[in-house]
């Protein structure tokens, strides 16, 4: 079994940086075999507001975070990073971002540079997915799809064990494959209409949500906005796991929604395991009964009997434990290879 290492894991998302120094062993390659979950010991922990200001500004704060925790640790093995852009995994570097001023910038040399380590830089989705792949809900599992249900819908593919990324890092799309061609307008930086994301992200969410209470303004959302409240994905999920009736049916619309993108990714990939997490998947068993339900009733078989469909398991740490597991999986990638 391999030893244990210490690295940093860092998730730059639009408005915060959060970052953890780590001890855990590389993940073991899934070979059919039974794998043990080992939850990496998360030795300190550190968050900043990011500052989209400059390119100077976000890259200052991101290196004062690491620093902070590299200070006193010892000796730091690898830095992983997952970020909230489209990432050119081989090159390092950001290749678009729509919140992120780090375009272009060779952020993966830059930090070895500054720390004298290796260093991984990833897109987030596909961080998360490497994460619970190699430490969350999807270990052993050696075709694996993960959608994280947060502002947008991010997407992640393990593939034979390993992280796909497509030619040119621009793969693992999964939160733009279409729903309705007829549909809303995607609200990402994408021109398609109809995308999953239009319908299960964080803002479809409360645009549901919202719509619903003043449809019905004697149900608990109807009630929760005449008294003020913010009617969102949180009130929504809240409400939906007190019971609320109104919630309950909101959700599990939504959950169909997310059903149908299940299908199509199921008769695609023929996924072992699809892992469904961010904050806008707190329903839980709410949002993912419906949606099972859909993929049951139109998936094709042998795969839609074949896939399980389950929560995430890292919660809110999912972005730094899963960049720490791509520096891991990195450092040892021949571990990683052997049963491909
Ligand atoms: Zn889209």
Redo the contacts with the bound molecule.
């Keep these: 079994m391999a030893s244990e290492r210490t690295v940093i894991g860092v998730d730059i998302g639009g408005t915060k940086i959060a970052a953890a120094l780590l001890r855990a062993r590389p993940p073991e390659a899934a070979s059919g075999a039974p794998v043990a979950r080992e939850t990496p010991v998360i030795l300190d922990r550190f968050t900043v507001l990011t500052d989209a200001g400059s390119t100077q500004a976000c890259l200052d704060g991101m290196v004062a975070c690491i620093a902070d925790l590299a200070h006193g640790s010892g000796r730091v093995e690898g830095i992983g990073v997952g970020v909230a852009s489209m990432v050119d995994f081989a090159a390092g570097h950001i290749v678009e971002s729509v919140n992120l001023p780090l375009v272009d910038v060779p952020l993966r040399d830059l930090l070895q540079r500054r720390f004298g380590v290796p260093v991984v830089i990833d897109n987030d989705a596909t961080a998360a997915a490497v994460g619970e792949h190699a430490f969350g809900a999807g270990v052993g599992a050696r075709e694996m799809l993960m959608l994280t249900l947060g502002t947008g819908v991010g997407g992640g593919i393990i593939c034979s064990g390993r992280p796909y990324r497509g030619f040119s890092g621009a793969a693992a799309e999964l939160?733009?494959i279409i729903i309705d061609v007829n549909g809303p307008k995607?609200p990402?930086n994408?021109p398609?209409h109809g995308?999953l994301?239009?319908y299960v992200a964080g803002p479809a969410m409360a645009a549901a949500a919202a719509a619903a209470a003043a449809a019905q303004p004697d149900s608990g959302l109807g009630r929760a906005l005449a008294e003020g409240h913010a009617v969102d994905s949180r009130l929504l999920t809240r409400l939906g796991l007190e019971g609320d009736a109104g919630a309950v049916a909101v959700l599990a619309r939504l959950g169909e929604y997310l059903g149908a993108g299940l299908v199509t990714l199921v008769n695609i990939f023929n996924p072992e395991v699809i892992v469904i997490g961010g904050g806008a998947a707190a329903a839980g068993e709410l949002l993912l009964g419906p949606a099972r339900g859909v993929l049951q009733a139109r998936g094709s078989r042998p795969a839609r009997d074949q896939v399980r469909v389950v929560p995430a398991a890292l919660g809110p740490d999912a972005g730094f434990i899963g960049a720490a597991a791509l520096v891991l999986s990195e450092l040892l990638p021949d571990d990683v290879c052997a049963s491909s």
């Design positions: 939160g733009h995607c990402a994408c398609n995308c994301e239009a």
